[in-house]
């Protein structure tokens, strides 16, 4: 009776909400608050770490596949236990604190940046609505609350007194903020087109999912998402061949599981987030629901975002930053440009862009993709650009002239 | 182009997921298999596999069934346990003396056997620390009668160092499967280890057994 009453209602924070206050005081109120909150957040936290876990698998099955070997089978059926043999050798690790490292922050990081990535599923529409009903801002919610994870690693980085984990957060600082501004406005441009801000507004304006109807903020989207959680091609936040682990070099036990667990919950948020704003969401054909509608398309992103991973080299420093600033800047910025002129040749109403112009917007924005992409690459391309000279470190030549360097010289040449 | 060179990237990743042929990993000591794989490996046609045992059945269908693998191996692979015979062994201590390391310790005593041939002596003591063995095979060039050989196993994974010291009572007791590693006898013959074929002392030898009527013209001729 109760699940069939929630369903009812939707299964959202007013639905909740609702349905305890029909038999609890005015009084109570407080309560009734607590006691949605805390089932939310129950619901949330455990659906997205499980999701999380089943995402290790998958993720390490599928690399193994594609690099020609098996990846984890051995635990469980077709290695499903993977994850939680993980989990228990993390958690019964020593958990560490190096001396000298700032202890407070350095317990702080972890909770810091797992936090905004439970906190962005809550807006993200599942069906209809998502778990906070339907919030009419959504899109600078996530935007906003995203953005939280750059401070908890540069808390990381800069609490556990290691110059690897300090290298590896001044390059997420660096990174994080370059993406950010790119990604901010292609979904200004997503935005633009459904002419709202709300989440599932987003996908009820989409008629024609927008990757079709913007390729190019796509695009630029998807590249800016992926450096944003710091994957292959992008991980130089944390890439292991130069900086031993990045930020989390200190980190141990059950903080470093908190960390790993954020990190890999970000393909699930921005795998999420992409469908949402681009693939048009829960919407779907024939007699499937709308959840598995999302699901199928956000592993088809998850899948890409893999096998991406198992395929192409990491990016120089310098390279990365390049991207950012000569690359998906400009880009983002000429797909504004395009998009919010044709919006306003079309001037759409109440009810937003029609179909028809839906599609004579894709007609048009594909055409300036291919150019644009062909031209900013030409620009940026190998033969264009030029390396920079090396310049000799002063201290390459500290002690040329100090008495020691000297005196070894004069005898050589005595002898 | 610019960029091409990331969809050639993506195109040879894509092959390895597709083509199953691309996959290098041997599994060892087992196997993982499906229904399939599992009626092939046990030999079991599938329905009969299905009524006699439905429990694995349904566990290989969960990915869940093992069957033993075992790496392909060359018959002249030199392995870890020695195969000595007894019967052969004069007591020499050939090996003992060729050895580079010293490993093989050997004490012997008088036994008063086959004098006419030269003393055949009784072994005390035969031990040999694989420990320190290189697996240079030179003990077994050095053999005159043929009494050691390689092994063709290598499982021989220990707790304690003392127990890689295989001694007489091992050796005596252990599988006789040489390698045929400098046994030109035995690879004439086409003999593989690895079947798990045992070879008798005298089936080991680079000479046939001689009969008794041999024997005894032999014997008349002193
Ligand atoms: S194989 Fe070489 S090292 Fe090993 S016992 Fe024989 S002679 Fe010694
Ligand atoms: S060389 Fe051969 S016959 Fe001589 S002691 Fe060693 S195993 Fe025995």
Known sequence: MTEILILRSGFDFNGIYGFFDEFMPDSLDWLVFLITSLILAIVIINAVVLSTALLTWFERRLLGRFQSRLGPNRWGPFGLLQPIADLVSLLTKEDTIPEGADKPIFTLAPIVFLAPALIVFSVIPLHGGSFLGNLNVGLIFVIAITSINTLAVFMAGWSSLNKYAMFGAMRAVAMLISYEIPMGITVVAVALVAQTLGLSDVVLAQDIPYILVMPLAFLVFITAASAEMSRTPFDLIESDSELGAGYHTEYSGAKFALLQLTEFMAPIIVAALVTTLFLSGWRGYGPIPGPVWFVIKTFIVLFGFVWIRASWPRLRVDQIMGLAWKGLLPLSIINLFVVAIEVFIFNPGENGLSTTDLWIMTGVNWGVTIIAIFAIFNLLGQSKSERPVPVISPLANMYANTNTVKKITDLAEAE | ?222
């Open chain 2, 1 to 222: 182009m610019y960029g091409l060179g990331l969809v050639k990237g993506l195109m040879v990743t894509a092959k390895n997921l597709v083509l199953p042929s691309r996959m290098m990993t041997v599994q060892y000591p087992n196997r993982k298999v499906g229904l399939l794989g599992l009626s092939k490996a046990t030999g079991v046609p599938l329905p009969k596999l299905l009524l006699k045992d439905p429990i694995t059945s349904v566990k290989s269908l969960l990915g869940m069934a093992e069957v033993k693998e075992s790496l392909p191996q060359h018959p002249r692979f030199r392995g870890e346990e020695f195969s000595w015979y007894e019967q052969r062994c004069t007591g020499c201590a050939s090996c003992a003396k060729y050895c580079p390391l010293g490993i093989i310790e050997i004490v012997t005593s008088e036994s008063g056997d086959q004098m006419q041939e030269g003393q055949k002596y009784h072994l005390d003591k035969f031990d040999i620390d694989i420990g320190r063995c290189m697996f240079c095979g030179l003990c077994v060039e050095a053999c005159p009668y043929d009494a050691l050989h390689m092994g063709s196993g290598f499982e021989e994974g220990t707790y304690r160092r003392q127990d890689l010291v295989i001694d007489k009572r091992k050796l005596v007791s252990a599988k006789k499967t040489p390698s045929t590693w400098f046994r030109p006898q035995l690879a004439s013959k086409k003999y593989d280890p690895h079947k798990g074929k045992n070879v008798k002392w005298d089936g080991a030898g680079r000479h046939e057994k001689p009969s008794l009527e041999q024997q005894q013209e032999k014997w008349a001729k002193r």
